[in-house]
């Protein structure tokens, strides 16, 4: 198994920065997708439809950097740039982040870090929905939630994260494989 | 109060709250997180714009579980303050500490490996050159004729390659300087571990325990 080095980690954490820019990026959508939906009381559907773009440095990092905690670390500080650019949601971000990066890296975990293709991709999809949702239910009172309504969201974000996590994460992986730095 | 203890500590407290659903301990932490802030002189347009957000995402989300859910008012109440505690706490966390006396204090006093330590430190300093060439590689695209959004697959690929060379170069740079990975290192600075630090730390802790267990509605 390989073990994590000074350049490992500079690039892990350069991945999650520029992740991090993205997110960042993407809040003045998210705020206003949010708005627009909220008067329905579907404010939660924006999260759901955008969690994708958030737990995407996590299977990116584990595609690239092929150490075992990879996609956590990844994951973890993307959260803390979030954290310091000025993300207002402080330690709830970082326990966020964990928990997304630890779901992508079961995915991998399952996998043995072996394979590195669609299987992994679906299964890193599958566990960062589960452990994600499994959080929302605790932190943001998912549970009280009408069961129909419930599942709705929890398809749209498997959707979400299987697009930006698993489909996206696969193409820009074939990029790589196409031009030998990775391999496939 | 020590970096490492106090992201400790919120994060511990973060995600009790998250688990314990008592709304005065919530309104209890909002109150002393918005004091220390106010204490440390936190611009009043950062402490509206805390406000303003939370307020806005926390009302949404209560409205949507009226909507679609069946939440007793407690429990409204409860999700309600409990999106205030996390940014307030947060808020105090983020604008009183400097990310790199937390990287040095999470190296000397939380025995991170130095290797990790510096390694964040060096792609930290990045920060800007990267979001330069995030614009570089859309602008060069443009120039093509070609429109890349947070889904092209194209956009993250050459900024992997970007980061992929910074590293490595990132990387030789610190070796040929003398850094060895594992090695035990002399600190120029030194971050402070004092009794008080713990003290602060087991005390928030004990009075946190105290609020959520003895029954608080």
């Known amino acids: ?58 299977p990116l990092a584990g595609f690239v950097i092929r150490i075992p905690g990879a996609a956590t670390l990844g994951e973890l500080l993307g959260a803390v740039v979030e954290m310091f650019l000025g993300g207002i949601w402080g330690a709830s971000t970082l326990i966020s982040g964990v928990l997304q990066g630890f779901g992508s890296e079961l995915g991998f975990i399952f996998t043995g ?3 590195y293709g669609w299987f992994t991709l679906a299964m890193s999809t599958l566990t960062t929905t589960i452990v994600t949702f499994a959080w929302d239910l605790i932190r943001n009172g998912y549970a009280a939630y009408h069961l129909p309504f419930l599942l709705l969201l929890f398809c749209v974000r498997l959707l979400s994260v299987f697009v930006f996590g698993g489909v996206l994460t696969k193409l820009i992986n074939n990029l790589l494989v196409r031009a030998h730095v990775l391999k496939d | 109060m020590n970096p490492s203890l106090k992201l400790a ?38 402490l509206l714009l805390l406000t303003i957000v939370p307020l806005f995402f926390a009302s949404a989300l209560v409205w949507s579980l009226m909507l679609r859910g ?92 970007a980061a992929m060379n910074w590293s490595d170069q990132l990387a030789a740079a610190m070796t040929s300087h003398g850094f060895v990975e594992g090695a035990p290192r002399t600190h120029s600075l030194t971050v402070p571990l004092v009794a008080r630090d713990w003290w602060l730390f087991g005390g928030s802790l004990v009075l946190a325990q105290v609020g959520l267990f003895i029954g608080l509605p």
Do not use: C
């Not at chain 2, 973060?14 to 440390?40: G, H, K």
């Not at chain 2, 490996?113 to 990267?130: D, Q, T, V, W």
């Not at chain 2, 695209?141 to 390659?161: N, Q, T």
């Open chain 2, 70 to 161: 069946d939440a007793s008012t407690h429990f409204l109440i409860v999700i309600f303050t409990r999106m205030f505690v996390y940014v307030y706490m947060g808020g105090w966390f983020t604008l009183t500490t400097k990310p790199l006396w937390l990287t040095r204090s999470l190296e000397q006093n939380a025995k991170l490996p130095s290797k990790f330590a510096y390694g964040f430190l060096a792609a930290f300093n990045l920060m800007p050159k990267i979001q330069a060439e995030v614009s570089t590689v859309r602008a060069a695209a443009l120039m093509r004729g070609e429109v890349l959004h947070v889904w092209s697959p194209r956009l993250y690929f050459k900024v992997i390659l």
């Open chain 1, 1 to 58: 198994m390989k073990r994590w080095h000074i350049r490992d980690i500079i690039l892990v954490t350069i991945i999650a920065i520029f992740m991090g820019v993205i997110f960042w990026a993407i809040g003045p959508v998210y705020t206003i997708l949010a708005a627009a939906l909220a008067p329905f009381g579907l404010q939660p559907l924006a999260n759901e439809l955008l969690l994708g773009i958030w737990v995407m440095a996590g």
């Open chain 2, 9 to 46: 500590l919120i994060t511990l407290i973060a995600l009790e709250v998250s688990f314990v659903q008592v709304w005065t301990v919530n309104v209890v932490l909002i109150v002393v997180s918005l004091l220390l802030m106010l204490i440390n002189r936190v611009p009043w347009r950062r």
């Open chain 1, 113 to 115: 870090y072996k394979r």
